[in-house]
C-alpha cells in the first residue's frame, strides 16, 4: 500500500474563482434545477474532440558513423604526399640543371637565370602534386605540358596519371592524359638522349679508361614503357580498391536496408497480430456485454411501464438510462477496436459533466458531499478532462462497492497552470481493508458489502490514466478514511 500523500498545494478559498477579473462561472445544476446543494459555482465547457497522439516510434536501425581511415593510413598518405613532392622537385632541379649548364663547361649568364626559371618552375610542379588527389586531371594535364615544353622532367604527370585513372570514369578523358604523359615521358628522355658528355643524365664514365658509355635508344624505350606501366598499373590497382570499397559500401547499405525492412515486416506482423485480437474483443463485447446490457436496459423499460411505485419507476428509469449510456460506449470502443485506433476515439467528457456524475451517484443512496471549483473548463484538453472524469468516477463505483453507506467527500480543483487536484474520501466498512485488497495486487477477485464483485482493476485503472497525462496518483487509508487522490497537469493555454 502506497503511504498517503498531502494534497498537491494548498486548497483555494471559497469564491476564488468568482473574483473579480476571472471568467465568470455558471452554477453546477441540480436534480431539480439551479445550483446543486453543497456545491460552489463552476465553469464548464462542451466537449471537445478526441485529443490525436502522435504515432509511436519504431527504432529503425542506423548505420554506424564512418570511422575515417585510420591513423596509421593517414600517417602513410602524408609520407606519400612529402616524398612524391620531393621526388618531383629532386628530378626538375637535376634535369634542368642538365640541359643548361652541363658539367665541365662555364654557362653563360643567360643560361643561369633560364635554370633559375626551371627551378622555380620544377618547385610549382612539386605543389601541384600536392593536388594530385583532389585535382587529378588538372594537375596531369599541367604537369605533362610542362614536361613536354621544359626540361622539368615528367615524375609529375607519372604520379598524376594513377589518381586520372582511378577517380575519373571517362575514357576519352583517361586516354588523353595517358597520351599527353607518353609524350612528356618521351620529350624526357629525347631530351637526354640529344645532349653530349657528361650533361647525359643516363651515362656511366669508366674509371679506368675515362670512356664514358651511354644509355642505347632501346634503352631509353624500355625504360618509358616501364615508368608508364607502372604509372598505369598504379591506376589499374587504385581502381580496383575503388570499386571493392564501393561494392562494400553498397552491400552494406543493402544489409541495412533489409534489417529496415525485416523490422517494418515484424512491424506489420505485430499490428496484423494486434488487429486480429481488437476483432476478437470487439465480437466478444458485441455478443456477450452488449447482448447483456440490452437486455437489462429491455427488463428495465418493462419494469418502468409495469409498476405504479413511483420510487420503483424512477429507479428502473435510472436503470435504462445508465444501460443506453452503457451501450452508447460501448458502441464507440468497440468501432475503436475494429478501426485499429491508437486512442479511444469516443467522445470525451467535460469538467462539467462533473455534476451529471455526482448526481447520479447520489441518486444511487451515495451520501455525498462535493465541492468543485473550476476555471476555464472550455479549454480543457480532452485527454485531461477524460481522465478526471473516469477518476472520479471509479472512486464514487468503489464507494458503492465496497463502502454502501458511507459518507463520501470530492474535491476538485482545477484551473489552467495550476493543473487539476481530484480527493475522494470516505468512511471505512467493516470489510473494506480485505474487500479492495486485490486493488493491490491480490490475484482473486472478492466480493464487497454491496455484493457487487471487485477485481482490484479500478486502482491500478486510475493509476494508469493519471500517469498516461503525466500526473501523479494515490490511494490508501488515512485517519481511518481510504483516501484517493490524483493531481493532472494543465498547461497554461499559449497566447
Avoid at 632541379?93 to 643561369?112: K, M
Avoid at 679506368?208 to 624505350?221: A, H, K, N, R
Avoid at 493519471?466 to 497554461?492: I, N, S, Y
Wanted: hydrophobic share 45%; charged share 15%; net charge neutral.
Amino acid at each position: 500500500m502506497h503511504p498517503p500523500q498531502p494534497p498537491y498545494g494548498p486548497p483555494p478559498p471559497a469564491g476564488r474563482y468568482g473574483a473579480p477579473g476571472l471568467p465568470p462561472g455558471r452554477p453546477v445544476p441540480g436534480p431539480h434545477g439551479g445550483a446543486a446543494p453543497g456545491r460552489p459555482w463552476t465553469t464548464p465547457g462542451p466537449p471537445s474532440a478526441a485529443h490525436a497522439y502522435p504515432p509511436p516510434h519504431h527504432p529503425v536501425p542506423h548505420p554506424k558513423p564512418d570511422p575515417g581511415p585510420s591513423p596509421l593510413f593517414r600517417a602513410g598518405s602524408i609520407l606519400g604526399t612529402v616524398a612524391a613532392a620531393a621526388a618531383t622537385l629532386a628530378v626538375g632541379i637535376v634535369s634542368s640543371t642538365y640541359d643548361n649548364l652541363g658539367i665541365g663547361s662555364e654557362p653563360a649568364g643567360w643560361q643561369v637565370g633560364l635554370t633559375l626559371l626551371w627551378w622555380l618552375l620544377a618547385a610549382g610542379l612539386a605543389t601541384l602534386v600536392v593536388w594530385r588527389d583532389r585535382h587529378a586531371l588538372v594537375v596531369c594535364a599541367i604537369s605533362a605540358a610542362a614536361g613536354i615544353l621544359t626540361p622539368v622532367g615528367a615524375l609529375a604527370p607519372l604520379l598524376a596519371l594513377p589518381f586520372v585513372i582511378a577517380r575519373d570514369g571517362r575514357r576519352k578523358v583517361v586516354a588523353a592524359c595517358t597520351a599527353a604523359t607518353t609524350l612528356a615521358v618521351g620529350a624526357s628522355f629525347w631530351r637526354d638522349a640529344a645532349r653530349d658528355g657528361e650533361a647525359v643524365i643516363f651515362s656511366v664514365r669508366s674509371p679506368d679508361s675515362l670512356e664514358i658509355s651511354y644509355l642505347l635508344p632501346v634503352g631509353y624505350v624500355v625504360l618509358g614503357v616501364l615508368c608508364l606501366g607502372l604509372s598505369i598499373g598504379a591506376g589499374l590497382l587504385r581502381l580496383a580498391i575503388g570499386r571493392a570499397d564501393a561494392a562494400q559500401e553498397v552491400a552494406a547499405a543493402e544489409n541495412r536496408r533489409a534489417q529496415v525492412l525485416s523490422t517494418q515486416a515484424a512491424e506489420l506482423r505485430t499490428e496484423l497480430s494486434r488487429q486480429d485480437e481488437r476483432e476478437l474483443i470487439a465480437r466478444e463485447m458485441h455478443d456477450t456485454v452488449a447482448h447483456n446490457l440490452s437486455m437489462v436496459s429491455l427488463h428495465a423499460s418493462a419494469l418502468e411501464v409495469s409498476q405504479g411505485d413511483p420510487e420503483v419507476v424512477d429507479a428502473a428509469r435510472s436503470m435504462r438510462s445508465n444501460a443506453h449510456r452503457a451501450l452508447d460506449e460501448m458502441r464507440a470502443l468497440i468501432t475503436s477496436l475494429r478501426s485499429g485506433a491508437e486512442q479511444y476515439t469516443g467522445s470525451a467528457p467535460a469538467l462539467g459533466d462533473l455534476a451529471g456524475l455526482l448526481d447520479e451517484a447520489r441518486a444511487a443512496g451515495v451520501d455525498l458531499a462535493a465541492t468543485v471549483f473550476v476555471a476555464d473548463a472550455d479549454t480543457a484538453p480532452p485527454a485531461l478532462t477524460r481522465a478526471v472524469y473516469r477518476v472520479v468516477q471509479e472512486s464514487l463505483t468503489n464507494v458503492i462497492k465496497h463502502a454502501p453507506g458511507a459518507r463520501a467527500e470530492v474535491d476538485v480543483r482545477a484551473r489552467p497552470g495550476d493543473g487539476v487536484d481530484v480527493t475522494v474520501r470516505n468512511a471505512l466498512t467493516r470489510d473494506l481493508a480485505t474487500d479492495t485488497a486485490p486493488a493491490f495486487g491480490a490475484p482473486a477477485a472478492t466480493l464487497g458489502p454491496s455484493g457487487v464483485p471487485g477485481s482490484g482493476a479500478g486502482i491500478i485503472g486510475m493509476r494508469e490514466r493519471c500517469a498516461a497525462v503525466g500526473g501523479t496518483f494515490d490511494a490508501g487509508v488515512d485517519d481511518g478514511r481510504f483516501v484517493v487522490r490524483a493531481h493532472l497537469p494543465w498547461a497554461r493555454p499559449t497566447a
